[in-house]
């Protein structure tokens, strides 16, 4: 099992930067991967971002089209950690954002019944 806690989120306003922190603790050495979900009030749970590697310390990171040049997912080098850097928010990026980890289908990112482990959510807002 692998547990994580989100960190980080609160009010921010549009135009402005935001980081959240996700920490995982378990059965660490089983995450091969790590991503960022969220979800609006009155709508599905869509993909944000996420990294995995591979032996050898090598990367692939993928992002939504909406977050792409704004957002930026890194881990730690332990793997035990990742971030999300926001910038330029705004108002859209309003939501409750869940991490991710243990990625079954690493051709599936970009799906949550993919991943395995999920946290309890942290909540975004930005004001107009």
């Known amino acids: 099992q692998v547990q994580l806690v989100e960190s980080g989120g609160g009010l921010v306003q549009a135009g402005g930067s935001l980081r959240l922190s996700c920490a995982a603790s378990?059965?660490?050495?089983?995450?091969?991967?790590m991503g960022w979900f969220r979800q609006a009030p009155g709508k599905e749970r869509e993909f944000v971002a996420a990294t995995r590697w591979s032996r050898g310390n090598s990367y692939y990171g993928d992002y939504a089209d909406s977050v792409k040049g704004r957002f930026t997912v890194y881990r730690t080098s332990s793997g035990s950690a990742v971030y999300l850097q926001m910038k330029t928010m705004s108002p859209e990026d309003t939501a409750v954002y869940y991490c991710?980890?243990?990625?079954?289908?690493?051709?599936?990112?970009?799906?949550?019944?993919?991943?395995?482990?999920w946290g309890q959510g942290t909540q975004v807002t930005v004001s107009s």
């Open positions: 991710a980890s243990n990625l079954r289908d690493v051709d599936s990112m970009k799906d949550m019944k993919s991943w395995d482990y």
């Open positions: 378990g059965r660490t050495l089983t995450i091969n991967a």
